[in-house]
């Protein structure tokens, strides 16, 4: 087991557990600090020794604890990262958190859309199931090939949600108000869906939207 890397006065949390969920990804199940009030769609401060990055929640509640979804570089990446250093964690390490953090959640209030790639589709499928359980209608849009999550994203389907893996984005699901889409992604592909809602007569200002950054 890994020594815990964690700094006097910060939340700490345990792994729980770490499973692989596709290509170069894992989901970390974390126990829950006290007080831990969040929601699909806000996201965490992970810190490790010397190192930093936020990872947005993929599991509908966090009353038994929370999940984040990390990915990480192919071996022959010349540094280590701290998705690397999260998805060697084992059961039982300690990690040091901060937050909830940001304002774009979801709280099972009426029927969702949600574009995602890379690493969004994490809060997507938080997000659907959780919309999916209060009785709403659901749909989850990856562009990409192979989307993690592919099991949730499969029960998402048999229990009526609408999941489509796409290579083009287009307007086929933009039947919902501007204000139940959300979009989880990278700079270019928040740009690119930001244009699609623009084409589509819509205001992305409206839409809750999260850019991690630069890919």
Request: hydrophobic share 40%; glycine share 10%.
């Amino acid at each position: 087991m890994a020594p815990s890397l964690v700094a006097a006065g910060m939340p700490t949390v345990t792994v729980e557990a770490v499973e692989a969920v596709g290509d170069q990804t894992v989901a970390l199940r974390l126990t829950a600090p006290d007080d831990f009030d969040a929601a699909p769609g806000q996201f965490v401060l992970v810190r490790s020794d010397g190192d930093a990055g936020y990872y947005t929640l993929s599991s509908p509640y966090v009353d038994d604890g929370f999940e984040i979804t990390v990915g990480y570089p192919l071996d022959e990446s010349p540094e280590e990262s701290l998705g690397t250093w999260l998805a060697e964690r084992e059961t039982g390490d300690e990690l040091e958190i901060e937050g909830p953090l940001g304002n774009v959640q979801y709280r099972g209030d009426g029927d969702v859309l949600v574009y995602a790639a890379g690493p969004g589709i994490g809060p997507a499928v938080g997000i659907a199931e959780r919309a999916v359980d209060a009785g709403h209608d659901a749909t989850v849009v990856f562009r990409g090939d192979a989307p993690p999550h592919r099991e949730r994203l499969d029960a998402l389907a048999e229990a009526g949600a609408t999941v489509a893996v796409v290579d083009v984005l287009d307007d086929a699901h933009l039947d919902v108000p501007t204000e139940s889409v959300f979009v989880f992604g990278f700079d270019d592909f928040v740009a690119d869906v930001s244009a699609l809602l623009e084409s589509a007569g819509r205001n992305p200002d409206e839409a809750a939207i999260e850019s991690f950054g630069p890919a």
